[in-house]
């Protein structure tokens, strides 16, 4: 599976960005997505999962209530809806897709995702 993430920017504090991440090959597989983020000198961070279906979601304590990630899997494609962005929110974001196991299973850890995304570069000034 070859992801490609998109949608990071430049946004003032209190803003929104909307990542996307486009999923190719392996076209007949079901899976589970999670976004991941990354600060200089850090390990990357969970932040969100999602299940095949969509019907489950997880995340991190931090971004629950003003993250929605979300899945559309006619258009092979995650999401990350960004409200009320905090200074503290920016790094780079991943996406993330794991292949083995239950799709309707969730994962937090990164070392359970068989594939990554570029990164994209999310920057919230204050």
């Known amino acids: 599976v070859q992801l490609q993430a998109s949608g990071g920017g430049l946004v003032q504090a209190g803003g929104s960005l909307r990542l996307s991440c486009a999923a190719s090959g392996r076209t007949g597989s079901r899976y589970a997505m999670g976004w991941f983020r990354q600060t200089p000198g850090k390990e990357r961070e969970f932040v969100a999962a999602i299940s095949w279906s969509g019907a489950r979601t997880h995340y991190e304590e931090s971004v629950k209530g003003r993250f929605t990630i979300s899945r559309d899997n006619a258009k092979n494609t995650l999401y990350l809806q960004m409200n009320s962005l905090k200074p503290e929110d920016t790094a780079v974001y991943y996406c993330?897709?794991?292949?083995?196991?239950?799709?309707?299973?969730?994962?937090?850890?990164?070392?359970?995702?068989?594939?990554w995304g570029q990164g994209t570069q999310v920057t919230v000034s204050s």
């Open positions: 993330a897709a794991r292949l083995w196991g239950d799709p309707e299973l969730l994962s937090r850890p990164a070392s359970e995702y068989d594939y």
